[in-house]
């Protein structure tokens, strides 16, 4: 492909999509992209804006709720929670929507508000001060592993009975040790 070829193929794509771009008021923003070198086209869909429009003809299909589902301890976590990560600052459409749901305010008249004020966006953390570097002690292992197991049906008796007898064959294992 010369020169003049890919700058008239650059001409024809539209305004170029990505995943976290904010260009849509989406509380997840979720972009598809297919392409296919030996048909010459690709594709991309806005997939969030369609699930909102879809969200409105059939309401009775989505859940949107005020809580975080952890699906590691197995339970919700409620509010937002503080930026942790060690790698990057909070992107600026994470920042908006958190900033939304905090205050309980529109979208739209946060990225307004904030959009001068990027020096309070949350920066990476040092090392070793993010959630994701704290080790969960056994009584929060246990108590996620309580969970998963019920929600696949075991009797929480017969569970805890479990690891109680695996605790007294540790026990009785060092004992001998």
Not at 46 to 54: G, K, N, S
Not at 122 to 127: C, D, G, I, L
Request: a negative charge; proline letters at 5%; hydrophobic letters at 35%.
């Amino acid at each position: 492909m010369g020169v003049f070829d890919k700058a008239l193929a650059l001409e024809m794509l539209p305004d170029q999509w990505l995943v976290g771009d904010d260009k849509c008021d989406c509380t997840f923003q979720r972009i598809g992209e297919w392409g296919n070198p030996y048909i010459g086209k690709s594709l991309q869909v806005r997939l969030c804006c369609i699930w909102a429009e879809l969200a409105k003809e059939y309401p009775q299909f989505v859940q949107e709720v005020d809580c975080y589902w952890d699906r590691n301890l197995i339970e919700p976590v409620m509010g937002a929670q503080p930026w942790d990560s060690e790698e990057m600052d909070m992107p600026l459409d994470i920042w908006y929507r958190q900033l939304a749901s905090e205050q309980n305010r529109p979208l739209v008249e946060i990225r307004e508000e904030y959009r001068h004020k990027q020096h309070l966006r949350p920066r990476k953390t040092a090392r070793g001060t993010g959630r994701e570097s704290a080790q969960p002690d056994k009584h929060e292992v246990r108590h996620a592993m309580l969970n998963r197991l019920e929600k696949t049906g075991w009797r929480r008796d017969d569970a805890i009975a479990t690891f109680e007898r695996r605790d007294r064959e540790e026990r009785d294992a060092q004992a001998r040790h």
